[in-house]
């Protein structure tokens, strides 16, 4: 259900400056929003549908904070030099200069590959020519969700062998 409700994009966040930065951005929001939903003086006919306990309203106030920046962040990671993200049928793939856009249909496989430290484990697709591209080491933020994200819609594409 968690896929269903959350955001229609997958992206992993660089273990570099720039991650940390957005992490640390997307808190200091949360803590600002939280402020405010403690400090806020409430509409009365929100705590009247509440019961009147003006405590439940500030609770589902911060919720809804927690789940839109959750909802949020993965799009701002998008956006990061390094980060790699698929949103619908696109993956975009960070590279010198230009970010390369990659659509599924030209994908023919997502893998894992061992490399020499301090990577160990890459994210890799082969494209339909036939070249390899790598994604992003295993152990970023988000780069699971991506590989299964990835390994779905490829294998959604195939045709299923018949019996």
């Known amino acids: ?14 273990l570099d400056w720039t991650g940390t930065l957005t992490v640390a951005a997307s808190w ?3 803590l600002l929003a939280a402020l405010t939903v403690v ?3 409430l509409p009365a006919a929100w705590v009247r549908v509440a019961f009147g306990s003006p405590e439940l309203v500030r ?6 904070v ?11 990671v998008a956006r990061l030099p390094r980060a790699p993200s698929l949103l619908l049928g696109t993956l975009t793939l960070p590279g010198r200069g230009r ?6 249909v030209e994908i023919a496989r997502v893998d894992l590959q061992v490399r020499p430290p301090p990577l160990f ?6 494209l339909a020519d036939g070249t390899t591209r790598e994604v992003c080491p295993i152990d970023w933020p988000g780069a699971g969700g991506l590989y299964r994200a990835l390994a779905k819609r490829i294998a959604k594409r195939r045709p299923q062998p018949s019996t």
């Open 1 to 14: 259900m968690g896929a269903l409700l959350g955001p229609p994009i997958h992206a992993a966040r660089p």
């Open 28 to 30: 200091v929001v949360v």
């Open 39 to 41: 400090l806020v003086r």
């Open 59 to 64: 609770v589902v106030l911060a919720l809804v």
């Open 66 to 76: 927690l789940v839109v920046v959750a909802w949020v962040r993965p799009f701002v």
């Open 99 to 104: 970010r390369q856009r990659v659509r599924i």
């Open 121 to 126: 484990e890459v994210l890799v697709v082969e």
